[in-house]
């Protein structure tokens, strides 16, 4: 083969149109690779950076995160996939882990249309349909004409979605899910017709990857498996639900260490109260899901007695299915799915590989001779969507200037004067206040991982609340929850939300610590007051049905703690999931911890076992039964689910390994 030929040969390569449309794409997000920090602090990415960060400094200590909630499992504040690359990347790179958070999703938006034109010619397309499905991908967001609310948000149909809710609303994770979505589904189809061990292990890998990095785009990937099996010929039918069941289980089993059953039992258990329309839908039971499922396989059945192409039946059911469920979704009315409406971005997919299929089979009918007219026409069109992208990626990621951001000064004058305290923050401040402090607040993000139903009771009181009486008694919740401080966003603050109603009533009414960038920082119990109080069982919090708080509890308890009359109980971190308590007790004295209970905590006082449980607020409480000055060491071993889940994931990865290198079908009965 001549040179020529070889070069000819590689421009109609696969490897060719995969770098041409990885590099199309970082010409669009390449300002991303050299950003630290945006300008959209209305933007949730804080709270991801959030997490990189701590991870990245605290290697080999992360099985407790101190920051949010009052404390929390790791694996309970979001799957972890994404944040621990994120970190890593930030430690081999010696950068920020913002800067690294920026790189790391530019590069996975960019992979986006590779994916896509790769799950195509899996599925069966033509390489030039595949192209131009994935090019459209890059240049196109049909959203944009789904949903009128998306083109206003856009400013028009020609700028891109999934660039604009990347960096303007913090959907990294999803868009990096997006991108990992087809090369799951491509997997699927090879391990239907390899049907060998390696094709079975290789089709688990993606699934697990996705899972282990967005929620809703783990469920999006439901939704395109479906859609899959439902595309397929009859006489694949059952193998298809057979390869997708194997594989799924198998990833599971791999992802099981990142996120335990407990885990998983968390956010099912904090759905219905994040997600009011799901909620409502379930009025009706599953029917509509199942009806619209039924839609879908009906539509399947249908679709697969035609002549049209594995990749159009894909497109056509992926498309309407998602199409469907994000349209439909009103987020405190009615959802068929959690969030649903986020899978707008999904539909897109579909959308694209249709309009490059159809495209395409234009494209066809024409004479070869007028074919490279047709090209040509097109190059300007593709020039000027290029441009509207790449003008809308600079408008989107522009430096913000640090000291003048409220989120930014407020969260450096904490990280320097609080030394640890928590602190109460609202809005954009406490999106941010950990993507430049280690300085752990009341509730952060993630709403899914939360365990205390009590958390729920001060926003209202503190925020929407403007009586005195009820302010006041705002603050007393506070103090019962452990918090130092509270950040009151003024009309000057550059906070994106300003969520607490009339800050001047808080004048007067706490002593001041500090003013800057219209944020006013007011101290609700002394600085460096310790998370460990000594209380008698009486002024404990009581347990009633779950939600139920009554205020008089509290109350008598906030003034039970902080009664200076008391001995104190000094508490010092010593770790990542570990503290040391000392205080002077008698026999009868209990230990509140304002920390988060969860069965895994273990005190022992000079390596003695102390019982430890829950009050009814969720504290730690200790019964140390010491006497005199005692040194109580309190420690985090992990949820009892944990080392089942690491034997699990182990187990499942071995497997994996073994599959491999079985190359011969081991799958018959399939």
């Given amino acids: ?85 994120v970190a890593a990347t930030a430690g081999l790179g010696h950068i920020t882990a913002a800067r690294a958070y920026h790189g790391v999703i530019g590069v996975t938006y960019a992979l986006g249309a590779p994916a896509l034109y790769w799950m195509a010619v899996r599925l069966g397309a033509p390489r030039g349909a595949a192209f131009l499905s994935a090019l459209c991908y890059s240049l196109f967001s049909p959203s944009a004409l789904l949903m009128a609310d998306v083109a206003r948000d856009l400013g028009g149909f020609w700028y891109g979605r999934r660039l604009q809710v990347m960096t303007v609303y913090g959907e990294g994770p999803h868009v990096t899910a997006m991108t990992l979505l087809p090369v799951a589904v491509l997997a699927l189809q090879y391990a239907l017709v390899k049907r060998t061990g390696r094709a079975m292990a290789l089709s ?36 298809a639900w057979l390869v997708a069941a194997i594989a799924s289980a198998l990833a599971y089993g791999l992802a099981c260490f990142g996120v335990p059953p407990s885990s998983m039992f968390r956010v099912g258990a904090n759905v219905g109260d994040m997600h009011r329309g799901f909620s409502n839908s379930l009025h009706y039971g599953p029917l509509p899901l199942l009806l619209v499922l039924g839609s879908a396989a009906a539509a399947g059945f249908v679709l697969a007695r035609t002549r049209l192409p594995l990749t159009v039946r ?102 320097a004067n609080l030394h640890n305290g928590r602190v109460y923050v609202a809005g954009s401040t406490a999106f941010w206040l950990n993507a430049f402090s280690a300085t752990p607040q009341l509730i952060g993000c993630c709403d899914q991982g939360q365990s205390m139903p009590v958390l729920n009771q001060a926003p209202y009181k503190i925020n929407i609340a403007v009586n005195p009486a009820i302010t006041e008694e705002g603050i007393n919740w506070l103090r019962a929850l452990g918090v130092q401080a509270i950040v009151v966003n003024g009309p000057a603050s550059t906070d994106e939300y300003k969520d607490l109603r009339a800050p001047e009533r808080f004048d007067g009414v706490l002593p001041l610590l500090h003013r800057e960038n219209g944020d006013a920082i007011y101290s609700v119990l002394p600085l460096g007051a310790s998370l460990a109080r000594v209380v008698r069982p009486e002024e404990l919090v009581p347990h009633r049905p779950a939600g139920k708080f009554e205020y008089a509890d509290i109350l008598k308890y906030a003034r039970a703690s902080g009664d200076a009359a008391r001995p104190p109980a000094a508490f010092e971190w010593r770790g990542g999931g570990r503290a040391r308590i000392r205080a002077h007790l008698h026999p009868n ?62 187990a499942t990865l071995g497997l994996l390994a073994f599959l491999s290198f079985r190359r011969r079908r081991v799958t018959p009965w399939i």
């Fill in 1 to 85: 083969m001549s040179a020529r030929q070889r070069v000819a040969h590689l421009a109609a390569s696969n490897l060719a149109a995969f770098l041409a449309l990885t590099a199309l794409n970082l010409s669009i997000s390449w300002r991303l690779l050299k950003l630290e920090y945006t300008g959209h602090f209305s933007s949730v990415e804080g709270y991801f950076i959030a997490i990189a960060r701590y991870v990245s400094g605290h290697w080999g200590d992360f099985s407790w995160f101190p920051l949010w909630h009052c404390g929390m499992p790791y694996p309970d504040t979001y799957v972890p996939l994404l944040h621990l690359v």
């Fill in 204 to 239: 688990a890998l993606p699934i697990a990857l996705v899972f282990l990095t967005n929620i809703p785009g783990s469920m999006a990937l439901g939704v395109a498996v479906f859609c899959w099996i439902c595309a397929q010929p009859r006489d694949r039918l059952r193998a």
């Fill in 314 to 415: 894909f497109a056509l059911l992926f498309s309407a299915l998602t199409g469907a469920m994000a349209a439909t979704a009103k987020s405190e009315t009615f959802e068929l799915l959690p969030q649903v409406g986020r899978l707008h971005l999904e539909f897109e997919m579909g959308a694209c590989l249709l309009l490059g299929s159809a495209i395409w089979a234009i494209y066809t009918m024409f004479p070869r001779w007028i074919r490279p007219v047709l090209l040509a026409l097109c190059l300007a069109p593709l020039f000027v969507q290029w441009g509207n992208y790449r003008w809308r990626a600079r408008l989107d990621l522009q430096r913000p200037d640090l000291e003048k951001r409220s989120e930014y000064t407020t969260a450096r004058w904490l990280d």
């Fill in 589 to 650: 004295d209990l230990l509140s911890v304002q920390i988060a209970w969860f069965p895994g905590w273990k005190a022992t006082v000079h390596g003695a076992p102390k019982p430890a449980s829950a009050d009814g607020m969720g504290f730690i409480v200790i019964q140390p039964g010491c006497q005199g000055d005692c040194e109580i060491d309190l420690a985090w071993t992990g949820r009892g689910d944990l080392p089942l889940a690491a034997a699990i994931s182990l």
